[in-house]
């Protein structure tokens, strides 16, 4: 079945420098790759996701790209703020069903 | 934000008690999602379901059971709780493959 390595685990960086937390995927089959962003406390939300046939996807400060080949996707995020951090989640889907990584503390440093 | 609620959000139970948790939507999406989350493995699928009476198991289904009588309901039921289910879990649901899942504020279970 489909196994999703993410990393690091956790990441800290100052506001107004960029992160970026990789993932990658073990059945060339997937071909839905969302991330997620979950508060303390919250249930994890949707903040951009890509098809199998797509390169790259960007929306304002975030960007996720993704290597087929290479089978694996990245979260790119710019200009961070304290706002940003958060726990992310990268997953992976074939047929539906999501095969989540293991997540990424992301704290940004005033 | 999606239209879902689970309840409880905070439950205590004994080993070897019945637990049902409930996830209920109001988006009319077709499909609804049981994970557990624990430190250390992200969100884990239990089991899902694509319609009305129509369930499948996910990666972590053992000693769960769910069922969908309505659109906007998905329950899911230890049969005999154990300390191993201790965990958080997540409801989610969405229009489809490949498609966004919202998810639910969580329920905070502890099996003593």
């Known amino acids: 079945g489909e196994n999703v390595e993410q990393h690091p685990s956790t990441l800290s960086v100052q506001e107004g420098d960029s992160a970026v937390i990789k993932c990658t995927y073990s059945d060339s089959a997937s071909n839905y790759f969302p991330w997620y962003k979950q508060e303390l406390g919250k249930g994890p939300q949707l903040i951009i996701d890509i098809r199998s046939n797509v390169g790259e996807k960007k929306d304002q400060r975030i960007a996720v790209t993704l290597n087929k080949t290479a089978k694996h996707f990245s979260l790119h995020i710019t200009e961070t703020q304290p706002e940003d951090s958060a726990v992310y989640f990268c997953a992976a889907s074939k047929g539906g069903k999501l095969i989540f990584g293991q997540g990424t503390t992301l704290q940004v440093k005033p | 934000d999606a239209g879902i609620t689970q309840s409880p959000r905070h439950k205590v139970t004994e080993t070897g008690t019945p637990v049902t948790l409930r996830c209920h939507q109001t988006e009319n999406h077709r499909y609804m999602y049981w994970y557990r989350q624990d430190p250390g493995h992200g969100l884990r699928l239990i089991h899902y379901s694509y319609g009305v009476k129509d369930t499948d198991k996910g990666e972590v289904s053992d000693g769960y059971s769910v069922s969908r009588s309505k659109t906007e309901d998905f329950l899911l039921t230890l049969e005999s709780a154990t300390s191993s289910q201790t965990s958080v879990y997540f409801c989610?649901?969405?229009?489809?493959?490949?498609?966004?899942?919202?998810f639910g504020p969580g329920t905070r279970l502890l099996v003593l």
């Open positions: 989610a649901s969405g229009w489809g493959n490949q498609e966004t899942q919202y």
